[in-house]
Every structure is written in C-alpha cells, then in structure tokens.
C-alpha cells in the first residue's frame, strides 16, 4: 500500500517561499510508471493542479501555467520523497496542500493535506 | 484548456435513495474521466477511473458511465457514510484544467 506522508510549515509570511515535502513509503519516486504531483485547495480556486515530477529515462517536470514562474518541484532519490517550492507567496496563496500519485493519470494515493497560511 | 462543469452543485439526498451527479466537459475527453469522493478533513478519493472502472476497494453501489463530454456518477442506494463532496477530473489533456467544481451531496 502506497503511503505519501507531508510535511512542512502552516504559516508563512508573504514574498517568502513556500517549502513542502512528501515523503513516500510502498512505492519510488523514481519509478517509471507512476508521477508524483502537487495539487492545492482553497474556496476561491477549488482543486488546482500545480505540477508534477516523473522519471522516464532523465528527471522530468511539468507546471502549471498559474505558477510557473514561481514553482520548482524536486525528486530526492535518498529519501525516497520529493518536494515543493513557490517562491514569492501572497495571500492567495493560502490554501490546502496536498501530494498526490498519478498512474496512469489517475490520482489514486494522497498525502494527509496541509493547510498553509500566507500572512505577516 | 478544457474546463468541466459539474451538476448540480447540491445535491440533498435521504440515505436509500439514488444519487445522480453530472458532469461535463467543454471538449471529448473520450472516455478519459475519474470521480473522487471527499469528506470533511480528508484527502480525495479515487472511486471511478476510465468513466467506468471502480478503483481499488471501492463499493458496487458507485457507477459511472458516459464517454465525450457526458459522464454520470450513481450511487444506487446511499450509506450514511456517502455524502461528501464529489470531483470530476479529465485526464485528455493532463494535467491542465483538470478538476470540475464538485456537487456536494447532503443529507435532506
């Protein structure tokens, strides 16, 4: 059974960045079937997708669009976990985020969620 | 960017009864749409992958059908532990514009 454990601070302050990691037990994150994702929630927003890391042959990553500019999302092969980074937070920011497996394209494990406030 | 839209956006149910929830994609997504279920506090849940195909664990009474832009999630006879809110997602042009809004089952 696939297990995705999350961790990271709840508060952050605004122009800072947001750091989360998701560590991952019953599965590698350099498998070559499954992808390991970033998705937020929030009221105003609902479910948003934000990007995604997958070993294919070499590292890839895809991001989206609404967050390029600010995300970078990293494998760690040593810990078996990968992480996220938004740089230059502001309020809209605050949301519930979550790790999430994709096979298939298909979203079938989840971390536990943490909520992240962006605020002085 | 496909963009799906969910209905209703309540739903207000008695337990036994069927529940019928839609969703629909701006574009086809042929048959590549998935159903997830959330509880209060709680992660999404994977229950409909494919439009159709049950994921791992989860109960006969959930079904989905559809293929295109159309596609129904039913619960044939709802539990108490069924109402929740539920998410549609496309995965045809993956991973943009994935989520619909969700419909929010409650007890009537």
């Known amino acids: 059974q696939v297990q995705l454990q999350q961790s990271g601070p709840g508060l952050v302050k605004p122009s800072q960045t947001l750091s989360l990691t998701c560590a991952i037990s019953?599965?590698?994150?350099?498998?070559?079937?499954?992808?390991w994702n970033w998705i937020r929630q929030s009221p105003s927003r609902g479910l948003e997708w934000l990007g995604r890391?997958?070993?294919?042959?070499?590292?890839?990553?895809d991001y989206a669009v609404s967050v390029k500019s600010r995300i970078t999302i990293n494998p760690d092969t040593s810990k078996n976990q990968f992480s996220l980074q938004l740089n230059s937070v502001t309020p809209e920011d605050t949301a519930v985020y979550y790790c999430a497996r994709d096979y298939d394209q298909n979203l079938d494990f989840w971390g536990q969620g943490t909520l992240v406030t962006v605020s002085s | 960017e496909i963009v799906l839209t969910q209905s209703p956006a309540t739903l207000s149910l008695s337990p036994g009864e069927r529940a019928t929830l839609s969703c629909r994609a701006s574009q086809s997504v042929s048959r590549y749409l998935a159903w997830y279920q959330q509880k209060p506090g709680q992660a999404p849940r994977l229950l409909i992958y494919d439009a159709s195909n049950r994921a791992t664990g989860i109960p006969a009474r959930f079904s989905g059908s559809g293929s295109g832009t159309d596609f129904t999630l039913t619960i044939s006879s709802l539990e108490p532990e069924d109402f929740a809110v539920y998410y549609c997602?496309?995965?045809?042009?993956?991973?943009?514009?994935?989520f619909g809004p969700g419909t929010k089952v409650d007890i009537k």
């Open positions: 890391t997958y070993y294919r042959s070499k590292w890839n990553n």
């Open positions: 019953g599965d590698s994150v350099s498998s070559n079937t499954a992808a």
């Open positions: 997602q496309q995965r045809s042009n993956w991973p943009q514009g994935a």
